[in-house]
Nanobody, 123 residues
Framework: QVQLVESGGALVQPGESLRLSCVASGDIISTYATSWYRQTPGKEREFIAEFRIDNSRNYADDVEGRFTISRDNAKNTVYLQMNSLKPEDTAVYYC?????????????????WGQGTQVTVSS
């Protein structure tokens, strides 16, 4: 069974940096895209950044230039480097991945979510 585990969330001050990690495990054949989302209480989960299988990247407008998404294929890990953090970046950050895996004799392709990691930006 495929699992995504995020880590790296913390309490930081405005202007500081943080790097989140998302590690995928399981019998993975291919990862087509990995994305980061964030959510605050009472709001919809919002898209932050995406890394696609062709190495292209896509960012939400309010993080472009401050956040960078990258991938280490050998470690099955996607990172979100967050610089110049602002209080409004405070949220639970989730990893989402579009993965083709092997389950016995089946080859399902579906999106998976991690459990989330809390990022708090406050002075």
């Amino acid at each position: 069974q495929v699992q995504l585990v995020e880590s790296g969330g913390a309490l930081v001050q405005p202007g500081e940096s943080l790097r989140l990690s998302c590690v995928a495990s399981g019998d993975i054949i291919s990862t087509y895209a990995t994305s980061w989302y964030r959510q605050t209480p009472g709001k919809e989960r919002e898209f932050i950044a995406e890394f696609r299988i062709d190495n292209s990247r896509n960012y939400a407008d309010d993080v472009e230039g401050r956040f960078t998404i990258s991938r280490d294929n050998a470690k099955n890990t996607v990172y979100l480097q967050m610089n110049s953090l602002k209080p409004e970046d405070t949220a639970v950050y989730y990893c989402n991945a579009d993965i083709l895996s092997r389950v016995r004799d089946n080859f399902p392709r579906r999106r998976y979510w991690g459990q989330g990691t809390q990022v708090t930006v406050s002075s």
